[in-house]
């Protein structure tokens, strides 16, 4: 299995405060992607990046943000958390140098709380 | 736009007994395509990709097939075990940059 970590696995936070989630890999994948998971939606992409400090948005990227600084990891940011943002957030990975590079590889999630 | 488009679920099945579950999608371009499948509790696992028209991806005795000609890629295993109970996604990838868009996903429960 690809080593993916997520910190922390369970949040509960009040609206309006900032909440940042971390995504950690020791695959040295280029790509690494925040995707968040809602029941009758699957999982929709809200940032990605394709390098260090290079990022791009996904189809749902309003209210957050992320830094890559690193190639191992990748930071989600809420700037101020809304109700509307309690959901289950995975990181992925991909983009490896072998055949399976269309492959992406998932962490254990993190669910968040907003109150 | 991009899309795929999974059969609702729950689906409920016997030990023993034949599965399908139905992917199409909607794609400017030719896709990549994969089911990923979700146990309680963790992450998403690939069960299985095809990359071209007519590949046939398989793992653990699931299969799918893609058809450009009907843009599907159903989920099938011939004898499904309660083991196999789980949430499973189809998705497609479309660029360089991998990202994948998912099905809502559906779940299936074997009872022994």
């Known amino acids: 299995d690809a080593g993916i970590t997520q910190s922390p696995r369970h949040k509960v936070t009040e609206t309006g405060t900032p909440v940042t989630l971390r995504c950690h890999q020791t695959?040295?994948?280029?790509?690494m992607y925040w995707y968040r998971q809602d029941p009758g939606h699957g999982l929709r992409l809200i940032h990605y990046s394709y390098g260090v400090k290079d990022t791009d948005k996904g189809e749902v990227s309003d209210g957050y943000s992320v830094s890559r600084s690193k190639t191992e990891d990748f930071l989600l940011t809420l700037e101020s958390a809304t109700s509307s943002q309690t959901s289950v957030y995975f990181c992925?990975?991909?983009?490896?140098?072998?055949?399976?590079?269309?492959?992406?590889?998932f962490g254990p999630g993190t669910r968040l709380t907003v109150l | 736009g991009n899309s795929v488009t999974q059969m609702e679920g729950p689906v409920t099945l016997s030990e023993e007994a034949f599965l399908t579950i139905n992917c199409t999608y909607t794609a400017t371009g030719y896709p990549s395509l994969f089911w990923y499948v979700q146990y309680p509790g963790e992450g998403l696992q690939l069960l299985l990709k095809a990359t071209k028209a007519d590949d046939k991806g398989s793992n653990k005795g699931f299969e799918a097939t893609y058809r450009k000609e009907t843009t599907s890629f159903h989920l099938e295993k011939g004898s499904v075990q309660v083991s196999d109970s789980a949430v499973y996604f189809c998705?497609?990838?479309?660029?360089?940059?991998?990202?994948?868009?998912f099905g809502s996903g559906t779940r299936l429960l074997v009872r022994p």
């Open positions: 998705a497609l990838s479309l660029d360089s940059s991998y990202k994948l868009i």
């Open positions: 695959e040295n994948h280029r790509y």
């Open positions: 992925a990975i991909g983009g490896g140098a072998d055949s399976s590079t269309d492959t992406q590889y």
